[in-house]
């Protein structure tokens, strides 16, 4: 499509897509819990992670969901981050950038220094010292394992490149791809660069190439989204060759393979197996993005005529900015204490963080309620009303 063609594009969205965008915007931040909530014992998850523990229904069961079916949340939110953004090209450039300073650097740079002041205080006790050990979290190297190891201007560097809050990442990028804006419609709308970006940006998000302020999946799904709003792609009616049904039992059984695959092979197996485990990891995210959009229109119909679950959805942020470091903090106490209990891992997965999910509900309708200031500071302004 032609740069001076944008103008003439709608710059709205259907009342369908609008409940479709505030759905899974929740469900992305719901599920981002659980991912986090992962409780194997290598707990850091990357696409072509080996757990290298026996097969189980409980290893099966969390590796399944959080390093396969939940994987397609991310790539969800941006597409929503960059469709929407591009919906007010209208409005001054000087203007947009302003108010995202407000609506996300604010918010980051608040919850970065919560989750750090959180951390330091859990450190000044010896019982809640070792749960910040044991996580792992602020680990600088094998002998600094704790914020008050760090040197002054390393803690600089937590607060502001890399907060403790270790999702906040996702906000940081985003204002990046925000203020960059300009130069990725035009990439996305170039007729010759469209072909050359997208080749790039989808190269790395194959190879899971990031670095500190951009990074493949974010670049690739933001950029996306502003294609689809500035080409007028069609959101409504799959094409054919998007028919939900198959890709939904793809993403299905590609997770199953994947999750068995990375159970049966050694820890140390090399390059070739981590590649083909991110290759179909990649695949599931696809294949995930495509059956959620235009497989579960009925499953978004029912949840957003609930009134609970609308009210309950305007508080998305609170969840996503809440709910780490905690969620890591609480299943390294919690273990200790349910370790005698049968299929205590799979348990913990589950009802941990849907704990967590409820705190971080009552917490936010408590301070909207008593201080709806700051409660917009805090949030950027999201979820102030139901």
């Known amino acids: 499509m032609e740069p001076a063609r944008l103008t003439q594009l709608n710059s709205t969205i259907s009342d369908s897509n609008s409940r479709k965008f505030k759905f899974w915007s929740f469900i992305s931040m719901f599920l981002l819990v659980f991912v986090h909530g992962y409780n194997l014992e290598i707990r850091y998850l990357q696409p072509f992670t080996i757990p290298g523990e026996p097969l189980n229904f409980t ?9 396969g079916i939940f994987r397609f949340r991310i790539p969800m939110l941006f597409i929503i981050s960059g469709f929407l953004y591009a919906l007010h090209d209208q409005r001054p450039y000087g203007q947009r950038t302003r108010k995202r300073l407000r609506t996300l650097l604010l918010p980051y740079l608040i919850w970065s220094a919560l989750g750090f002041g959180f951390t330091w205080a859990l450190e000044m006790f010896p019982w809640s010292k070792a749960i910040v050990i044991s996580s792992q979290i602020v680990r600088l190297d094998d002998h600094r394992s704790l914020l008050h190891d760090y040197q002054w201007y390393e803690m600089i560097f937590r607060w ?8 906040l990442w996702f906000i940081r990028v985003l204002l990046v791809y925000n203020i960059a804006y300009p130069a990725i419609r035009w990439c996305v709308t170039h007729p010759v660069a469209r072909w050359v970006f997208f080749s790039i940006a989808g190269l790395m998000w194959l190879v899971t190439m ?19 709003q500035k080409s007028n792609f069609d959101i409504d009616v799959p ?5 939900p049904l198959w890709w939904g039992i793809a993403f299905v059984l590609l997770a199953a393979i994947k999750t068995v695959i990375a159970f049966r ?10 590649l083909g485990l991110m290759f179909l990891h990649k695949l599931v995210i696809l294949c995930g993005l495509i059956f959620a959009w235009f497989g579960c229109n009925s499953l978004v119909t ?5 009134k609970w679950f609308v009210w309950m959805s305007a508080f998305a942020f609170m969840i996503y900015a809440l709910h780490a470091p905690l969620v890591a903090y609480a299943t390294s106490a919690v273990f200790p204490v349910v370790c005698h209990v049968a299929h205590y891992r799979l348990l913990t997965f ?8 409820i705190f971080a509900v009552i917490t936010g309708a408590l301070l909207r309620r008593v201080w709806p200031a700051l409660y917009g500071i805090v949030t950027g302004g999201r979820g102030l009303t139901s």
């Open 160 to 167: 502001l490149i890399l907060p403790v809050p270790y999702q």
């Open 239 to 243: 094409k054919k060759w998007l028919t």
């Open 210 to 228: 990031g670095f500190v302020f951009f990074e493949g999946e974010g670049l690739l799904f933001f950029s996306l989204g502003v294609w689809i």
């Open 59 to 67: 290893t099966f069961a969390e590796y399944f969901l959080a390093n």
């Open 350 to 357: 589950l009802l941990l963080p849907a704990t967590i999910v």
């Open 265 to 274: 092979v050694p820890v140390n197996s090399g390059t070739g197996m981590a």
């Open 302 to 306: 029912w949840f957003m005529s609930r």
